[in-house]
């Protein structure tokens, strides 16, 4: 069975100051490793999906990089709109056929205060 | 495009009543899946449609879960009868097969049953 799992639970940061946060994974075959967005009250957003060991992905004050094992999503000088709940999801072999069955982190709760 | 819209976006009812969930997908999208969030256990998918055909159910948790989708633009979820434990924010998210494996997600409905 896919397995992920992010740490911290929650993070609590000054504006300004960056940090990581990181998604652990256990998979057969991975097809996917996918970071969401969750603002309180609204659907996970979409934000980046990586493939293979080595890739990375960048978008404003984020940077999402991937190893066999675990994937980290770099916020450099967050600001007070970045606070969220951010999401961690695989999808592997198992998961059969195109856009089936990911399989999420219980996420990490970002509060930057200004 | 509006996005995935569900309805209602919240909903408080009693033990042993019947709930109905809606979604609207994306035009174009050929998948939809429902998924379940809750503190404890995160988010989990409860069943998955291609091109309005079931594919996989094996997320749904009893027999009291039952999920269509009569046609290309809308599903429902349906709780019969509801329990406490069935408290959770349910979540409708479209995709396409073709091109990148994105889900877009709803805005959700909040069941809570007293």
């Known amino acids: 069975e896919d397995q992920v799992t992010q740490s911290p639970e929650a993070l609590r940061l000054q504006e300004g100051e960056s940090s990581s946060l990181n998604c652990s994974y256990t998979v057969s075959g991975l097809r996917g490793l996918f970071w969401y967005r969750q603002d309180p009250g609204k659907g996970p957003e979409f934000l980046f999906t990586?493939?293979?060991a080595g890739e990375e992905k960048e978008k404003e004050r984020l940077k999402a990089t991937l190893t066999k094992k675990e994937s980290f999503l770099h916020i450099t000088a967050p600001k007070p709109e970045d606070s969220a709940t951010y999401l961690c999801?695989?999808?592997?072999?198992?998961?059969?056929?195109?856009?089936?069955?990911?399989?999420f982190g219980k996420g990490t709760l970002l509060t930057v205060n200004p | 495009d509006a996005g995935v819209i569900q309805s209602p976006r919240h909903e408080v009812t009693e033990m042993g009543q019947e709930v109905t969930l809606r979604c609207k997908p994306i035009?174009?999208?050929?998948?939809l899946f429902w998924y379940r969030q809750t503190m404890m256990r995160g988010l989990e998918l409860l069943i998955y449609f291609n091109n309005n055909v079931p594919i996989d159910d094996s997320g749904m948790p009893e027999d009291r879960f039952s999920a269509k989708m009569p046609n290309a633009s809308f599903s429902t979820l349906k709780i019969q009868p509801s329990e406490p434990r069935d408290s959770a924010v349910y979540f409708c998210a479209s995709s396409s097969t073709v091109g990148a494996n994105v889900l877009t997600f709803g805005a959700g409905s909040r069941l809570t049953v007293l």
């Open positions: 990586l493939y293979s």
């Open positions: 035009s174009g999208h050929n998948s």
């Open positions: 999801a695989v999808r592997s072999v198992r998961s059969g056929g195109s856009n089936y069955k990911l399989t």
